[in-house]
């Protein structure tokens, strides 16, 4: 009896690991493995079939007997690190001729590169200097003519009142505001900005329409497939100052009419197109294809739009393979939930150096063929006919009672 069982199961076992990938629409072969730790970078084609969280990405490999599921993270080129605030203290708040001093005492152990200010008035377009010093009584420019702005009214709800610059070690910093205009300090905040930039992938687009809608322009952008995008540049032409309230949203539905396709749209992220910050615009990754931009003019001139960048960040799975297959990378199902793997736990190491695993050409994953059993009666005549002859013999039956009983 065990040998049997043993047999049955083996038996079994190729139709066990067929079942776990046909749960999945696509998969790509992986290059042979060399060492235990590898990296598998996801190509763009990917996230065309994948859902928005990439919940249904695995990685099997198959031998003879088994299906080996493969531990991994999934990294992304995202921003890394922190940003620490930094205890200081307001020692000093004068003013002269020139303008109005803010002096701060800072601790010297750290590097500090960022100021946040917060004022109470709700407009204001002023310069400022930064400066630093060891002992208050020889000052160095870390900054010089920086300016600040915010502007608050029906059209426009904007401030732009942060410095940054290089690291700087000073016991002291200083802030001049030149002007003569009383600033109404709310709070200050000095950090250490420790955080390690993304890199991006430039995604080039399929089509981009720019028009007039009353006084708004409109901009349509059609991408090259459905992708991970994470920031998004407006370069605009004009060399004046501006402030344009933007809205961005992207496609999340289509339906073809007869009058064209009709798009239902999603609001992707509010912000202000404005000359004074040139950084362009970083959200929240979401996996796209068409975007509309909407910047709202109203009695200003159209500005001149020149081309639009469009990024994100890079992904790829770093996984634990612990013996000889041919392994896939699978993905497509749509009732897949995101998996737990010990690799995921917060104070795992992973391995710095690890080799490059290639994903071959995608393959659609054939699917268990299911027999439809066709109806017994396929002609609906058939059933007239069944049917007449059961009214024929009830109504035989009927007839005969009666005549017995009369």
Known sequence: MK??????????????????????????????????????????SIFEKTKDDFSDIRMYGITEK???????????????????????????????????FYTYAVPVEQAINKIEL????????WNLD????????????ILEDYRIVSIKNGQTNYTFSNLVFPNAKYAYLRIHIKGSDKPMLASSSILSNKVIPATYITYPTKENTISQKGKATVIDIDLKGRLPISYL???????????????????????????????????LFSSTLTSLEDTGFKFRNT????????????DNPALKIGTIDIKGYSYELVGRFTEPAQYYLVYGNKNAYAPRYDLQQTGFELPSNST?????????????????????????????AIMGIVILVLGGATLKMMKEKN
């Open 66 to 100: 088994d299906t080996l599921e493969v531990p991994f993270v999934l990294k992304s080129s995202a921003p890394s690190g922190i940003e620490e605030e930094i205890t200081f203290k307001l020692i000093n708040s004068t003013s002269n001729a020139s303008g109005y």
């Open 130 to 141: 930064l400066e630093g010093s060891q002992n208050q009584n020889q000052w160095f420019t």
């Open 118 to 125: 917060s004022f109470k008035n709700d407009n204001f377009d």
């Open 356 to 384: 490059v695993l290639v994903a071959g050409n995608e393959e659609e994953i054939k699917k268990p063929i299911v027999e439809v059993q066709p109806p017994l009666f396929e002609n609906k005549w058939w059933l007239w």
């Open 3 to 44: 040998n049997k069982f043993i047999y049955f199961f083996l038996f079994l076992m190729p139709c066990i690991i067929f079942a776990q990938l046909s749960e999945y629409d696509w998969q790509a072969p992986l290059s042979k493995t060399t060492d235990t730790w590898h990296v598998v970078p996801l190509n763009t």
């Open 287 to 298: 996996l796209l294809n068409k975007i509309k931009i909407r910047i709202e003019n109203y």
């Open 233 to 267: 540049k407006i370069n605009v032409l004009d060399d004046y100052d501006y402030y344009r309230p933007v809205t961005v949203s992207y496609v999340t539905d289509s339906v073809k009419t007869e009058k064209g396709w009709k798009y239902t749209y999603r609001n």
